[in-house]
């Protein structure tokens, strides 16, 4: 397999890659570049540079996975990618204490104007009482946004015993508290800082979340922070406030587009860096790490990797008691798919048993994924099984039961076309057995080969004739189960068989007097 690096990435992750596949680096690509190679990869890493656009993502036929060495994913189409089954996958805690500590830096040389005072000392200029600053200490700081690198940004101030406050409507008060940190409305948060900053996503609800009327509510004293993302404020007000003085200064580390204009950068009373947010070894090293490895999960070990954007995430210790299930869950559907009659409408899948105690995402997307890759000329996986069947009007539920009377768990798969058709199975010493179909109880392990399923009237010397079918063919007969609800009553017979029958030979079982129906399965 391929994989394309199209920004810079460590040495840490490049190694990673290299041990498990061709790794090709291109850098600085433009959209119509990356378009025309990306055809060759089955793999892509990017940073904040590339532009992953529904484009790119159209030509990428054999793309498996995208991965951000890096927080965000606003520079890839996710919904592109999710529709033709790409797992998106970023790094999410990579970069957080870099982030945070860039924060603190940039609040203290704001305070302090380390760089404004840097750089006229080394013009020649000795002075002092120009730049004179303010403390930090018992000041309140205003965080938007209390995730992970807001949190981490929290703490540090708490460590300048500075008074923290926050505006996030998405966490609870308990973890506030925990924190130290007091919720409150935004407008309260932008009135009584002193100094302000933002750690949340750029979305259509936050973007230009401070604007000019948010910064008339600040302080003429407060000052603001960006390492998040550019955008969320909005430059020409900010520009303006500056310039007329209404609010003391600006640290920004993030832009709209980026390089800035110089306009942005031309007042005295701002600090800006060139996103250098994430920019240390450490936090380098640790994304491209987080990215890599993700990277080989998908394309190597076939797992879903533990930060994907797209796909539904299984804990490793959930993971460990559910993997069994999901080779099952896709035998299951896969046998149900070759039982059933007509046009597939509904798909019900039954968890019995202590299974129902557990996350079952991944199992879902197992089932509809093999179902669905019977019938799609689309790549059909966890990632976009569920919107493919929505798109055919297949609907989907989902049936938990902590009791199972015969097993300690019990997986059903039920598809309605013409009629019902349910499956069901489990894992005993370690292994997927097929138990029931339909009404008739069974047993026996689903291995490679070609299993024929026949329902007859229960009599003497059905199974013998046969057997004399399948004798004549040449075809061995490895295994045999017959299930009946009563004598000369309703059964099902199962036969694994080391070659497959002919038609001719499934013609002849199915003209066998008693003999309703005939399937040959290949698994």
Not at 139 to 161: C, M, P, S
Not at 214 to 237: D, P, T, V, Y
Not at 445 to 457: E, Q
Request: charged share 25%; glycine share 8%; hydrophobic share 40%.
């Amino acid at each position: 397999m391929k994989v394309l690096v199209a920004d810079s990435i460590a040495s840490e992750g490049l190694d990673i890659l290299r041990s498990h596949f061709e790794v090709e680096e291109k850098y600085g690509l433009s959209e119509e570049e990356l378009c025309s190679i990306i055809e060759d990869y089955d793999g892509l890493v990017v940073r904040s540079v590339s532009q992953v656009t529904a484009q790119v993502i159209r030509r990428g036929t054999r793309l498996q996975v995208i991965a951000r060495a890096g927080v965000g994913v606003d520079n890839i189409d996710v919904e592109k990618a999710t529709q033709r089954g790409i797992v998106v996958v970023n790094v999410p805690y990579g970069n957080t204490i870099s982030a945070a500590e860039h924060t603190i830096a940039l609040m203290l040389s704001l305070a302090r104007h380390i760089p404004q005072a840097h750089a006229l000392l080394r013009s020649g200029t000795w002075d002092r009482e120009k730049f004179m600053g303010v403390g930090v200490q018992d000041k309140t700081l205003g965080i938007i946004g209390l995730g992970n690198v807001g949190t981490e940004v929290a703490r540090r101030a708490q460590g300048l015993r500075m008074k923290v406050v926050a505006f996030d409507p998405f966490v609870s008060e308990s973890y506030a508290q925990n924190s130290g940190v007091e919720l409150m409305p935004l407008d309260d948060l932008l009135s009584m800082s002193d100094f302000i900053t933002l750690h949340i996503p750029r979305t259509s609800k936050t973007k230009g979340i401070i604007g000019e009327r948010e910064l008339h509510l600040m302080k003429r004293e407060a000052r603001i922070i960006n390492c998040a993302r550019g955008g969320l404020i909005s430059e020409q007000a900010l520009v303006k406030a500056l310039n007329e003085r209404r609010i003391a200064g600006a640290a920004l580390d993030v832009f709209e587009v980026e390089p800035p204009s110089s306009l942005l950068l031309q007042s005295d009373n701002i600090v800006a860096t060139p996103h250098l947010g994430a920019s240390t070894v450490e936090a380098q090293a640790s994304v491209a790490q987080g990215a890599a490895d993700q990277v080989v999960d998908v394309l190597f070990r076939g797992i879903t990797p533990q930060y994907a954007v797209n796909a539904p995430f299984i804990s490793p210790e959930v993971g460990k008691v559910m993997s069994p299930y999901l080779g099952l869950s896709r035998t299951l559907a896969h046998l149900a798919s070759q039982l059933m009659e007509g046009q597939l409408e509904r798909v019900d899948i039954f968890y019995d048993g202590e299974i129902a105690a557990y996350d079952t995402s991944r199992v879902k997307a197992e089932v509809l994924g093999s179902l669905l890759s019977e019938v799609c000329e689309e790549r059909v996986n966890m990632v976009n099984a569920g919107i493919i069947a929505q798109n055919r009007g297949i609907k989907i539920s989902e049936h938990k039961n902590e009791v199972c009377d015969n097993y300690a768990s019990l997986l059903s798969v039920e598809v309605q076309s013409k009629q019902k058709t349910q499956v069901s199975g489990t894992i005993m010493r370690g292994e997927p057995h097929i138990v029931k179909v339909n009404d008739h109880w069974v047993d026996f392990v689903p291995g490679p080969g070609y299993v024929l399923f026949s329902y007859h009237v229960d009599r003497p010397g059905l199974i013998g004739q046969v057997g004399n079918i399948t004798g004549k063919a040449d075809v061995d007969i490895s295994f045999m189960q017959v299930s009946r609800q009563r004598p000369r009553g309703e059964a099902l017979m199962v036969l694994k068989l080391d070659e497959p029958l002919g038609k001719d030979e499934i013609e002849r079982v199915a003209s066998i007097p008693g003999v309703h129906t005939v399937k040959l399965v290949k698994f």
